[in-house]
């Protein structure tokens, strides 16, 4: 069956905090490996609809109905693709594998207009959808005021295709990137870092009250929930020492900035290490 692959990648991925469509998982932007899965589940063609076009080696199309959520991307692929299928999935599914978009494929059979892939509920975009049957109805609800993918379902011919959840991990936030991300990562004690932080690059990922009561004098602060969005502040050809109180959050800031090019350093035992070794410490307002 010959069916296009489209990859939404129009969001403002607020809840992230960066663009998501190119945020890292194991050494490669999100949307990329789902393109390449569609590749591999055999798309004829696969593009990537909406936003910007910033991602290489594949199509972009622009999004038709920008700002108005995944409706607005599907009816923009209906309107574009030539082929009678098409098989529409988020950026935000590292795990989505070629096996899982072929199932949905084959689900969708004569007599139906949709085959949504279905763990404890209906994955509304991991979907292969037949462009002729569905986009008339999937138009005029659009057109009447319709946003959202659950409730157009209604209306539609929908074969559920069952599937294992553990496809369907999905990356919304910054937290749940880094809690996914699992790398290793040079670690050194606050004596080694005593030893070269008048001259090094250290990041303290704490929040700004902890900073400001006490921290190592010299260091920067990027709280942990800023550090996607302030990656640029990150210099990529030194050594990045990473401190928080006691060495947990910034392992997790330090695995996140591995995986998009860094060479981070996690200091254990932290902000706490650091004074309970006697050395010098700062306080006070960020800006003094």
Not at 13 to 24: H, P, Q
Not at 101 to 115: E, R
Not at 242 to 258: E, K, N, T, V, Y
Request: with cysteine.
């Amino acid at each position: 069956m010959n069916f296009t692959g489209a990859v939404l990648v129009g969001g403002a991925s607020r809840r992230y905090g960066s663009d998501k469509a190119l945020a890292v998982v194991d050494g490669e932007p999100m949307a990329h490996r789902i393109a390449r899965q569609l590749e591999v589940a055999g798309a004829r063609e696969v593009v990537f609809v909406g936003g910007a076009d910033r991602i290489a080696g594949f199509s972009h199309w622009a999004d038709d109905f920008p700002g108005e959520g995944p409706l607005g991307g599907l009816l923009t692929v209906f309107r574009r693709a030539v082929d009678p299928v098409v098989v529409v999935v988020a950026c935000d599914l590292p795990d989505l594998d070629a096996s899982t978009i072929s199932a949905v494929v084959a689900g969708l059979t004569t007599g139906v207009d949709v085959a949504v892939a279905r763990t404890d509920r209906r994955e509304v975009l991991c979907a292969a959808w037949d462009r002729l049957g569905a986009g008339p109805a999937c138009s005029q609800a659009f057109a009447a005021g319709e946003r959202s993918l659950q409730r157009l379902l209604v209306g539609l011919r929908v074969h559920d295709v069952p599937m294992s959840a553990d496809r369907f991990r999905n990356i919304n936030t910054l937290g749940d990137h880094l809690t996914s991300v699992v790398m290793d990562v040079r670690e050194v004690s606050v004596h080694e870092l005593a030893g070269v932080v008048s001259e090094a690059f250290v990041i303290d990922v704490r929040e700004i009250d902890e900073y400001e009561e006490v921290r190592v004098p010299g260091v920067v602060l990027i709280p942990l929930g800023e550090v996607a969005e302030r990656i640029d502040e990150i210099p990529v050809d030194v050594d990045v020492y990473m401190l928080c109180r006691s060495g947990g959050r910034s392992m997790r800031a330090a695995q996140f900035l591995a995986q998009h090019g860094r060479s981070p350093i996690n200091v254990a035992g932290g902000t706490l290490g650091w004074i309970d070794a006697g050395y010098d410490v700062e306080s006070g307002p960020v800006d003094s």
